[in-house]
C-alpha cells in the first residue's frame, strides 16, 4: 500500500510543507539509516518529492531508492528514475502502472550490484522463509565465491535493502517480491538445479543432524531450529519430489518424522511423506534400507491419524519388513517398529499381542527406546485389564529415565499416564498435578495436541475435585485449541469430554449436541475406537435418565460392542457400567450388580473416576441388600475378556 498521499506531491512545494507526507518521512528515515546525517532540506525536497511521487509512496520502492542515498544525491537518484520511467512508457506517458513501477526499481538495484552481489542475490532466492549465516554460506558460495566471502555480500545487499536482518536468532530474510525476482534471474543465470540440490543437500544434513537431539537435552534448541526453517525444509521435499530426486525426499522424510510429530505436524507430514514415497524405488544398500524403512515408519505414525489412516498399515507392513532384512539397525526409532506393530496386530491381521511384545524393546540399551517401550507396554498392559503394578512401574521409570535425558515429549506421555493411574484410585489432586506438569512439557515443545489433550484430562479431573469454575476455564480453553488444530481425534475428545461434563452437571441439551458431534467425529476410521464408546456410553446414561430405555439400550449395546473391537479392557469396563444403570432402571438390581462385577475383573480395579459406577453399585445394593448384592457382584467377578460374550448371550437381562 502507498505511504501517505504520495500523488500529492508537487515536487515544489512550501518550505516545511513536505514532511508532511509519510512517504517523505520514510524516505529520510531510511536514507538517514544509511547516511547518518541525511535530512530533507530546501535545497533537496524537489528531488526527494520527485522520488516519492515517482515511486507512488510504495514502502519496498522507497526503500530500494533510499538505499541509493549512502553514494548518491537526491537529485541523482531523481534522475535515474525518471530514465527508467521514461524507458517503461515510451516517453509518452506521465505515469507508469504500479507493478511496472516497482519492477523498474527492483531492475535498477540490480543493475547497479556487482556480478558477485547479484550472484548471492539470486542464489539466496531458492530459501522459503530466510536463511542461517551458515546455510547462506553453503548453498551460495561456489562458482567463483567463496564461503568467507558471503557475509560480506550479504551485508552489502542488506545496505540496499535488498534483505532484511533479524537477530535472535540471526536470520537473513528476502522479501517475497525481491526473492522472485531473484529466482528469474537464477533460471536466466542456468543455476536453478544446482541450487535447488545444494539447498536440499543442507537441509538434508541438518534434518539429519537433529536426530539424536531430538530425543535429548536439546530437544528445544532443536525444535526451535526446525522450527526457523520448516518452511526450507518442507519446500527442499517438494522440489526434490518435482526433480524425481527419491533419495533427497526420502531421507528428509525420514529425519523430519520425528520432529513433525514433536509439533502436531501430522497431517502435513503424512502428505509429504506419502509424496516421497509415491516416487521411491527400491533401496540398493543397507543404508537406503534402514532410509526407506524411516521414511515409512515416521509416514505410517503420521498417517494413522490422518486421512491417510488407511495406508498407515500398508506402509507399517512395508517398514516391518524393510527393517527384518537390516541386521542392525541404527536408528532408535526403527527398533520400535515390531512391537508397535504388534501392538496393532488386531487392526492389522486380527491377531492381539501380549504386553510381552515390547520386553526386548524396554532392554534396549538406548535410554530413549527403552522409556518409549516402557510406556508403550505399560499401556498395553492396561488395555489387557492386568498386571498394573508393572504398568505404574514403567510409566515412573520412563518418566525418570525422559528426566534424566532431558525429553519432555516422553517425560510427558509419562507423567499423563501416571495421572491416568492415579484418577482411577481417585487420588484427583495428584492426577491434575501431574496433567499440569504434562501439558506445560507438551507446550514448550509446541506439541499442541498432547498439550490439549492433558488439559482436557485435567478439566475432568478438576470437575470430580469440585472446582468447577477452574474446570470450565481448563475445558473452553482446550475446546478451542483442538478446533484450532483441526485433528479428528482430538476434537472428538473435546467433544466427549464437554458432553459428558455437561450430563454430570445436569445439561442434557447440551450435553446430547456435545456427544453427538463426538459420535460424529469418532465415526472416522483415524479416531480411536475407545471415544466413540464412551460417547456411546454417556448418550446412553442420558437416554435413561430422560427415561428412553429403548434408545439407552441401543447406545450401551453400541458402546460395548465398540470397545470390544478396541480390546481395551478399562473402556469394555465403563461401557458394561453403562449396562448396569439400564438394568437397574430396567428393575433387574442383580443383573446390575454381575455387571459391575465383570467390569471390576475385566478392568482388574475399580475406576473411581467414573462417578456412574459408584452410583450405580450404591443404588443396586440399596435395592438388594449388602447379602445379595455381594452374590450377585462375585459372580460377575469371575468373568474374562474371552468368556463376556457367553456371559451376556447365557443371561436373560443381556
Keep these: 500500500m502507498p505511504v501517505g498521499r504520495a500523488a500529492g506531491l508537487t515536487g515544489h512545494g512550501e518550505p516545511g510543507r513536505i514532511q508532511d507526507y509519510a512517504s517523505v518521512r520514510l524516505l529520510a528515515q531510511r536514507a538517514g539509516a544509511v547516511r547518518p546525517g541525511f535530512e530533507v532540506t530546501e535545497g533537496n525536497e524537489a528531488a526527494v518529492a520527485r522520488i516519492c511521487r515517482a515511486l507512488d509512496g510504495m514502502p519496498l520502492a522507497i526503500e530500494l531508492a533510499a538505499a541509493r542515498l549512502r553514494t548518491m544525491a537526491p537529485e541523482q537518484v531523481a534522475a535515474r528514475l525518471a530514465d527508467r520511467f521514461q524507458l517503461l512508457t515510451g516517453g509518452g506517458r506521465t505515469t507508469v502502472p504500479r507493478h ?74 528476502m522479501l517475497e517480491i525481491i526473492r522472485a525476482y531473484g529466482l528469474e534471474r537464477l533460471a536466466e543465470a542456468g543455476e536453478r538445479d544446482e541450487l535447488r540440490q545444494a539447498h536440499a543437500q543442507y537441509f538434508l544434513r541438518l534434518a539429519d543432524r537433529s536426530q539424536e537431539h531430538l530425543r535429548g537435552g536439546r530437544q ?133 499381542a501380549s504386553p510381552d511384545a515390547f520386553d526386548e524393546a524396554v532392554d534396549d540399551a538406548d535410554a530413549w527406546v527403552s522409556a518409549t517401550a516402557r510406556i508403550l507396554r505399560g499401556h498395553m498392559t492396561l488395555n489387557f485389564g492386568r498386571r498394573h503394578a508393572q504398568a505404574e512401574t514403567d510409566f515412573l521409570r520412563a518418566a525418570e529415565t525422559f528426566a534424566a535425558l532431558g525429553e519432555r515429549w516422553g517425560r510427558s506421555a509419562a507423567l499423563g499416564s501416571l495421572g491416568n493411574m492415579e484418577a482411577w484410585r481417585g487420588e484427583h489432586a495428584a492426577a491434575a498435578d501431574h496433567y499440569r506438569q504434562a501439558a506445560r512439557l507438551a507446550a514448550e515443545l509446541g506439541s499442541a495436541e498432547d498439550e ?100 439407552a439400550r441401543r447406545w450401551h449395546a453400541e458402546a460395548l460392542d465398540v470397545a470390544r473391537s ?42 473411581r473416576s467414573v462417578e456412574d459406577e459408584a452410583r450405580v453399585a450404591a443404588d443396586a445394593r440399596a435395592m438388594l441388600g449388602d447379602a445379595a448384592f455381594e452374590d450377585a457382584y462375585q459372580r460377575g467377578q469371575y468373568v474374562t475378556l474371552d468368556t463376556l460374550a457367553a456371559l451376556l448371550s447365557a443371561t436373560p437381562g443381556a
Design 100 to 173: 511496472q513501477t516497482l519492477r523498474a526499481v527492483v531492475d535498477w538495484s540490480w543493475d547497479l550490484l556487482d556480478e558477485a552481489e547479484r550472484a548471492v542475490w539470486r542464489r539466496f532466492a531458492v530459501f522459503t522463509g530466510g536463511a542461517t549465516l551458515e546455510a547462506a554460506e553453503q548453498v551460495c558460495s561456489g562458482s567463483g565465491i567463496g564461503a568467507d566471502e558471503v557475509l560480506d555480500l550479504l551485508t552489502a545487499l542488506a545496505d540496499k535493502s535488498l534483505l532484511t536482518v533479524r537477530h535472535d536468532p540471526p536470520r537473513y530474510v
Design 220 to 352: 528445544l534448541e532443536w525444535v526451535r531450529r526446525l522450527a526457523e526453517d520448516q518452511d526450507n525444509l518442507h519446500a527442499a521435499i517438494r522440489g526434490a519430489v518435482t526433480a524425481g530426486d527419491a533419495d533427497t525426499a526420502v531421507g528428509l522424510v525420514g529425519a523430519l518424522g520425528w520432529y513433525w510429530w514433536l509439533r502436531s505436524l501430522k497431517t502435513e507430514g503424512a502428505e509429504l511423506a506419502g509424496e516421497a514415497l509415491a516416487i521411491a524405488g527400491d533401496a540398493t544398500d543397507e543404508d537406503g534400507t534402514e532410509r526407506l524403512a524411516l521414511a515409512y515408519t515416521v509416514g505410517a505414525l503420521l498417517a494413522g491419524d490422518s486421512s491417510r489412516s488407511e495406508t498407515s498399515l500398508e506402509w507399517f507392513r512395508i517398514a516391518t519388513e524393510l527393517t527384518s532384512t537390516v541386521p542392525v539397525l541404527r536408528n532408535p526409532l526403527l527398533r520400535l517398529v515390531g512391537p508397535i506393530r504388534a501392538m496393532f496386530g488386531s487392526v492389522i491381521d486380527g491377531k492381539l
Design 566 to 607: 478396541a480390546a481395551d479392557a478399562p473402556v469394555i469396563a465403563q461401557a458394561l457400567a453403562g449396562l448396569a444403570d439400564l438394568a437397574l432402571r430396567e428393575g433387574d438390581p442383580a443383573w446390575s450388580a454381575t455387571l459391575l462385577g465383570a467390569g471390576l475383573s475385566i478392568r482388574g480395579t475399580i475406576d
Design 452 to 551: 490439549t489433550q492433558a488439559r482436557l484430562w485435567l478439566a475432568r479431573e478438576l470437575w470430580l475435585l469440585r472446582e468447577q469454575d477452574r474446570a470450565r476455564d481448563e475445558l473452553g480453553r482446550a475446546q478451542r485449541d483442538a478446533e484450532r488444530l483441526g485433528l479428528r481425534e482430538v476434537m472428538a475428545l473435546a467433544a466427549f469430554t464437554a458432553g459428558d461434563l455437561a450430563r454430570l452437571d445436569g445439561e442434557p441439551e447440551a450435553a446430547r449436541a456435545h456427544l453427538l458431534r463426538a459420535m460424529e467425529l469418532a465415526s472416522h476410521v483415524n479416531v480411536a475406537l475407545q471415544i466413540r464408546a464412551l460417547a456411546a456410553t454417556s448418550l446412553g446414561y442420558l437416554a435413561g435418565a430422560e427415561g428412553d430405555l429403548d434408545a
